[in-house]
Every structure is written in C-alpha cells, then in structure tokens.
C-alpha cells in the first residue's frame, strides 16, 4: 500500500476520526475498498451468508483478492475456515 506507506513516512497523524460502523471488521472493510459500510452491507457486521451478506459493488476489487491469489500458488490452498 504506497499511499499508506507515504502517508506514514511523511508523518501525518489522524486525532480524530469518525466512522459510521465503529467496528474492527466493518472498519477494515470501509478501509480496504474506499467505501462506506452501507454501501457495501458491511454495517451488520456479517460477511458469510443470509440478508445481511457483504455484496460487493461489480467496480469494486478489494485488496486480499490479489494477496490470496499469491497465498494459493505458494502454500497450495488457503482456507479461512481452518
């Protein structure tokens, strides 16, 4: 992430933020695709199966789909239910 990488190096500090879903997980999901929660359903704090499933928006690529391409040709297969 070079932006993020920049930013750090350059020494800009946030003291104060504010987010519409204050959680780990849907935090993560809002920083990783540039996105509200809402917009991508992440507010429940779901992301498997039902009505409350993150669907992502067809522009949208997030970042650990590339890592997790790269993760599988080194280690064989990856499971997140392990």
Excluded at 18 to 27: A, D, H, L, R
Aim: with cysteine; aromatic share 6%; proline share 6%.
């Amino acid at each position: 992430m070079p932006d993020i990488d920049r930013l750090a190096k350059e020494g800009l500090r946030f003291t104060w933020i504010q987010s519409i879903s204050p959680v780990c997980s849907t935090f993560r999901a809002a920083m990783i695709t540039v996105m509200y929660q809402t917009v991508i359903g992440a507010h429940h704090h779901r992301s498997e199966s039902g009505e409350h499933r993150i669907q992502f928006p067809d522009c949208v690529r997030s970042i650990p789909a590339p890592t997790q391409k790269h993760a599988r040709q080194a280690a064989g297969q990856i499971s997140n239910r392990s």
